[in-house]
C-alpha cells in the first residue's frame, strides 16, 4: 500500500510538472496572462517559476525507499524479459 502511495505521489508530481512545462510557454509567448488565467493555471506557474515543482519530482524519486527500487527493479526485469522472448520468438519463427 505505501509502495502504490508512493508512485501515486510521483506519478502525481511529474502531471503537475508536464502541465506547468506547457504553460510557462504561453505565458512567455503572451498566450496566457494573468486575467485570462485560471487561479489553478497561475499557482501552478508560480510553482514551476520558483523551482518546488522541479524539486519535488527530484526529492520523491531520490527519496525512494529500498522497497521502492527492488519494485522498479522487477518491473524493469519483467519488461526487459517479454521483450526478449519477443525478439526470440520472432527470430526463431521468422515472424515479424
Request: overall charge positive.
Amino acid at each position: 500500500m505505501i509502495g502504490s502511495l508512493y508512485w501515486s505521489n510521483v506519478r502525481n508530481a511529474k502531471l503537475e510538472l508536464a502541465k506547468a512545462t506547457p504553460l510557462a510557454a504561453k505565458w512567455q509567448k503572451g498566450t496566457l496572462t494573468y486575467d485570462n488565467s485560471q487561479t489553478w493555471q497561475f499557482n501552478l506557474l508560480h510553482a514551476y517559476w520558483n523551482g518546488s515543482l522541479q524539486r519535488r519530482v527530484r526529492e520523491l524519486t531520490a527519496n525512494c525507499s529500498h522497497s521502492c527500487q527492488s519494485t522498479l527493479a522487477s518491473k524493469v526485469k519483467l519488461v526487459t524479459h517479454l521483450n526478449y522472448s519477443q525478439v526470440s520468438f520472432r527470430l526463431s519463427t521468422g515472424h515479424p
